[in-house]
């Protein structure tokens, strides 16, 4: 029990109290939260994205493991859900709000700080890779199926030109390649936005929090928190044994799984009106849950 105790106060409970700051700057003095949220994802995100993976050692073999790791969690947990949800006979837009609540967790927000109080900077570069792999998965397969019969499917590409933190890698990729060392004027603007980041995302996390409500169909808002919570981290857990992927991507990986469901589930069920009262209320109650969860999946992961 120390231990644990130990484990959240140093690794869980930070996040949280810059998180109760957000919450309060939306409830007391109304902050815009998309104001913050679109700097953040615009700017802020790529920049850390573009300046961990350009200053770690990850190779290219990291790297598609990691995406591996990933597509493999995202989609097995898909399916466990799908089936998880049978027995509720849910309808098209209930159905589908169930499986994005669980395939994709907040690998950013919350995620991101947490592996690096957790494990430190080496897992923080494996975690980036696991989080543009979520966010893209989400702006696609997320999109398609939020869509389904309003949007044709190849619509949903088209979100993928939307995320910035995509081109982020592919300009780290492209410096990694060639081997060119960046000038101080560009890389010192980018390392002071790269470490406002993670402030900034847990900030627009309890901004989004003090937008919950009280849960619609409580059963299936409880299943989707534990599949979310345990399920997926366990995928996440075999599928890197399959891999083979070992230390602190490993850590990273699992513990990236294991995170509540993603904020920006949210605006796709808004965006397609497929129960966005359940959404939020599933993004709401994992979260809160997620404390316990966590601490005792670093607990394991060390």
């Given amino acids: 029990m120390p231990l644990l105790l130990s484990l959240f106060a140093n690794d869980v409970l930070p996040v949280f109290v810059i998180a109760a700051a957000g919450f309060a700057l939306a409830r007391v003095w109304r902050a815009d939260v998309r104001a913050l949220s679109k700097v953040t994802f615009n700017v802020l995100s790529p920049c850390l994205v ?3 993976m350009v200053t770690s050692s990850l190779g290219t073999g990291d790297f598609a493991r990691m995406t591996a790791l990933a597509a493999l969690t995202i989609g097995g947990i898909g399916v466990v859900a799908r089936l998880a949800s049978l ?8 159905a589908t709000a169930f499986l994005i609540v669980v395939m994709f967790s907040n690998s950013g927000n919350y995620g991101l700080p947490v592996v690096l109080f957790a494990f430190g900077r080496p897992a923080l570069a494996h975690a980036t890779v696991y989080f543009v792999v ?23 590409l088209k979100g993928v030109a939307r995320i910035p933190a995509v081109y982020a ?3 780290a990729a ?5 081997g060119a060392s960046l000038p101080l004027p560009v890389m010192r603007p980018v390392a002071m936005l790269a470490d406002a980041a993670l402030p900034a995302m847990i900030l627009v996390l309890g901004m989004q929090l003090e937008r919950g409500a009280r849960p619609p169909r409580p059963a ?5 928190a534990l599949l979310t919570l345990a399920v997926t981290p366990l995928i996440a857990w075999g599928a ?12 990273a990986a699992i513990l990236q799984a294991g995170m509540p469901s993603a904020v920006l589930t949210t605006i796709l069920a808004v ?28 607990a394991a992961l060390q």
């Fill in 50 to 52: 573009f300046h961990l």
């Fill in 87 to 94: 027995p509720f006979r849910l309808d098209r837009g209930l």
């Fill in 134 to 156: 979520n966010a893209v998965a989400a702006y696609t397969v997320g999109v398609v199926l939020a869509s389904a019969g309003t949007r044709p499917a190849w619509a949903a």
């Fill in 169 to 171: 890698v592919a300009a």
């Fill in 174 to 178: 492209l410096v990694k390649a060639t």
């Fill in 220 to 224: 299936l808002v409880a299943l989707a």
């Fill in 240 to 251: 890197s044994t399959a891999i083979g992927l070992e230390g602190p991507a490993r850590q």
């Fill in 271 to 298: 965006e397609f009106d497929v129960a966005p009262a359940f959404v939020t209320a599933c993004v709401t109650v994992s979260t809160l849950l997620s404390p316990l969860s966590v601490t005792l999946l670093i």
